[in-house]
């Protein structure tokens, strides 16, 4: 391309005299030869191939460049000028070196001129300023070329840009060597699987993990150190990946490591493809949990352990109850039955003796003032055999007994009103629930007369998603539930315990100036439930919706099954389920914005957003487009089934973990403008 001498320089006229003078091929040359035998047919004809050649060049993809044998450029192509910006006259010669970079230029010409001196092909990379003033790297490759009598008459040679290749292969490298370091270093067991369940390459940590050698390794599957109750699961699920059915996996099972010793892992599973998208290797990630699983296993026999003991413990609670109202019953008939009738006999026969007795008006005064306090002794006697005993409960039932109840304290506290209803109550209830609600209505009613100040108080009881509930509110002078926090009397944790015994909830709502409602619910035997809830799903990830289908599908009806707001709006109008389980994340139309067209229609409808969003903003959203509801999907499994009843129940439910204060708020919202209305 140039000599090692760039001062020695020819003219720009001598360049251009050279450079009109284009070197046959050596096949084309040959041709001539034999067809030809008029050396002016022979010019021509060599004229005419020249001139075929640059017009061929000059449209060519690449640049090109032919030099002679002093080593000096004659020729460049149109793609070598356009990419320079410069003119032939100004390439030609030694003028192209201009254009190298310095730090290339040396070794560039070194490799040129060596190739020249051997008459051998070579290959280079150096960079090349272009137009724009832009150095951009070149790969040029040159030939010898050799008259048909052998005559060396220069070289030829075609460049091309691999500036782009060259920096895709560098971040190809170094993608490649963080993969290596991450891959020999990282913490985590990491091992690449073939289709076979091969292992292709493995870490040192999972080495250390098993316990074997990487050779070994590298001879063996997975399944020969995978536990063999926990084998199948494994192999279904990468089949599956490795058919592209699922983008990964995550599994705990055991393996069984050299030295026979049972450790438990978290495996991670994804598939590497190639360039067309087809399965080269699983990618395994392996955490060892063996002391996790330990931990949680030591925990869950405590809290086993805990549970009996409280299980224990509320069996003789319970027992002490039922002792305790049997021993009511059996004073209550004495005190009926005995004291109150030997009472009555004995007012009868004083007032008998106050009437015949002549001796003097004072005996007579003295014994009508004994008779007064033996009537008096006898009404009370009467009253406290009534509280102690659930005549009424055991004779007509839960519904009469409370009717009863609210009669007798409004002829005991005639300043108070009082409203009772009843509404969807099953024929029949569970005696210990029926027992269980009229001394909770006992109690709460006794309450609320001694200490509430209330001008009015409603007694509701009624059956809501599988649970019979009693409510008591008044409009009293209500109290702050934080200041009395742990102070509660014997009243509240007889309710409570009460309550709990029949696996009930007892709810105590105050805030002062605005009064007090106590709810209780108690959930009733399946079989005396009518049907089970019907439940609408949304979410539009489908691995998400199987798996809040199989922690429903036991107790609740699907219905169907949506994977965008706008569908979900639709179905919600169409099937009016019982519950919406909704994520707020999807298509067409969010979660939020899906229930806030919902509620407009539906008010009543009831709502659970099941959601990746820990966000204190996303939680207040959906409270405030009607939801009840908020489960994070790290704890479905675990929670799900725990905040459906509550939501179906009537009952707000949020994960652990997240802020509920601005709840509590709205709740105070809407409770007092239930109130004003």
Request: hydrophobic share 40%.
């Amino acid at each position: 391309m140039s000599s090692l001498n760039p001062k020695k320089r020819s003219s720009r006229k001598m360049r251009s005299k050279s450079a009109a003078s284009l070197t046959v091929s050596s096949s084309g040359a040959s041709r001539l030869g034999r067809d030809l035998a008029d050396p002016k047919e022979v010019e021509a004809a060599l004229r005419e191939s020249e001139e075929r050649l640059r017009l061929v060049a000059n449209v060519a993809p690449v640049m090109i460049w032919m030099s002679h044998v002093d080593k000096r450029c004659t020729y460049f192509n149109q793609g070598w000028l356009d990419f320079t910006g410069r003119s032939l006259d100004e390439e030609i010669g030694d003028g192209w070196t201009e254009g190298v970079h310095p730090d290339d230029l040396a070794r560039c010409l070194e490799t040129y001129t060596n190739a020249f001196d051997r008459r051998g092909d070579f290959q280079m990379e150096y960079r090349l300023r272009r137009h724009d003033g832009e150095y951009r790297w070149i790969f040029d490759s040159g030939v010898p070329r050799f008259n048909l009598d052998g005559t060396f008459t220069g070289y030829i040679g075609s460049c091309i840009d691999v500036t782009e290749r060259n920096r895709m292969d560098e971040a190809l490298r170094e993608s490649e060597e963080r993969f290596r370091r991450v891959f020999e270093e990282g913490p985590l067991g990491l091992a690449l699987v073939g289709k076979d369940f091969h292992f292709a390459k493995v870490n040192s940590a999972l080495c250390q993990m098993v316990g074997y050698p990487e050779a070994s390794l590298l001879q063996m599957t997975f399944a020969d150190i995978t536990y063999p109750d926990d084998l199948r699961a494994d192999v279904e699920l990468a089949e599956r990946l490795f058919k592209g059915e699922i983008p990964f996996y995550t599994l705990q099972k055991r393996y069984v490591k050299k030295s026979g010793e049972i450790i438990w892992i978290n495996l991670t599973a994804s598939v590497v493809r190639n360039q067309q998208g087809e399965p080269m290797h699983g990618l395994a990630m392996i955490e060892d949990i063996t002391e996790v699983k330990r931990s949680y296993e030591i925990e869950n026999q405590l809290a086993t352990d805990l549970a009996a003991s409280r299980d224990e413990i509320r069996a003789l609670a319970a027992s002490l109850m039922r002792a305790q109202e049997d021993e009511r019953r059996r004073v209550s008939r004495e005190l009926h039955d005995d004291i109150c009738h030997q009472l009555a006999f004995l007012a009868r026969d004083i007032g008998t003796l106050a009437i015949g007795s002549q001796s003097s008006e004072n005996l007579r005064a003295q014994l009508e003032a004994i008779r007064a306090r033996v009537v008096h002794t006898s009404q009370e006697a009467h009253d406290i055999a009534y509280r102690m005993r659930t005549a009424v409960l055991d004779d007509l039932g839960l519904v009469a007994s409370l009717e009863d109840l609210c009669r007798q304290f409004s002829e005991r506290y005639p300043n108070i009103s009082w409203s009772f209803k009843d509404s969807r109550l099953p024929t029949s209830i569970p005696p210990e629930v029926a027992t269980c609600l009229y001394r909770v209505a006992q109690e709460g009613l006794q309450n609320k007369a001694k200490h509430s100040h209330a001008k009015f108080v409603s007694v509701r009881l009624g059956l809501k998603k599988g649970a019979v509930v009693l409510t008591i509110r008044d409009d009293g002078v209500g109290f702050d539930p934080k200041a009395v926090k742990g102070r509660g009397g014997l009243g509240l944790i007889s309710m409570k315990e009460r309550a709990h015994l029949v696996n009930g909830k007892l709810t105590i709502t105050s805030r002062l100036g605005r009064g007090t409602q106590l709810d209780l619910e108690v959930p009733l035997p399946v079989e005396q439930l009518v049907q089970r809830p019907r439940v609408l799903l949304a979410d539009d990830h489908p691995v998400i919706l199987e798996d809040i289908r199989a922690v429903l599908a036991p107790k609740y009806e699907i219905i169907e099954t949506v994977a965008d707001g706008r569908t979900l709006v639709e179905a919600a109008l169409r099937l009016k389920p019982d519950l919406i389980v909704v994520d707020i994340t999807m298509p067409l139309l969010n979660g939020i914005d899906a229930a806030v067209q919902i509620k407009r229609s539906l008010p009543d409808m009831k709502l659970l957003f099941v959601t990746m969003h820990a966000s204190t903003a996303y939680l207040k959203a959906a409270f405030e487009a009607g939801g009840t509801g908020y489960v994070l999907k790290s704890g479905l499994r675990e929670e799900l089934p725990d905040a459906v009843q509550r939501v179906v129940g009537g009952r707000i439910y949020v994960s652990p973990g997240l802020s509920t204060e601005h709840l509590e708020r709205l709740q105070d919202s809407k409770l007092a403008a239930r109130s004003s209305s």
